[in-house]
């Protein structure tokens, strides 16, 4: 039981790694995701502070995850052009932009009051 609990993480791990690879939108979630936590650090900001960044982070990913996931299975069903497949990929796409627009809303909420004492104080 316990190796295909193991197994299920390595294959979770295998799916990271492909949407490293093969989708630049997620090497740009890397990039933020990674600055995010800098700034983090840099901040200290409150706990309560980095739940919220943790949730939109893994929002993102989340959403680009499945979004990459339904790409790939309308590219299996119907590699040939069909405006229903580009519907089904436009929203999922679109999905991923929600999450994102609404995370970096956050992200300013929560560090522009850093960023500006730092600058004035």
């Given at each position: 039981m316990f190796s295909k609990r193991l197994k299920s993480f390595l294959y979770a791990l295998q799916g990271i790694v492909y949407l490293l690879k093969t989708q630049p939108n997620a090497r740009i979630h890397l990039f933020f995701t990674i600055s995010v936590i800098a700034l983090g650090i840099f901040f200290q900001v409150r706990s309560s502070e980095w739940m919220l960044m943790i949730w939109c982070i893994g929002g993102v990913w989340a959403t680009e995850a499945v979004n990459t996931a339904l790409e790939e299975l309308v590219n299996w069903i119907s590699p040939d052009y069909h405006d229903k497949a580009k519907h089904v990929?436009?929203?999922?796409?679109?999905a991923v932009f929600i999450v994102a627009i609404a995370s970096a809303m956050v992200g300013l909420i929560i560090f522009v009051p850093y960023i500006v004492r730092f600058l004035w104080d």
């Open positions: 990929k436009d929203v999922a796409a679109a």
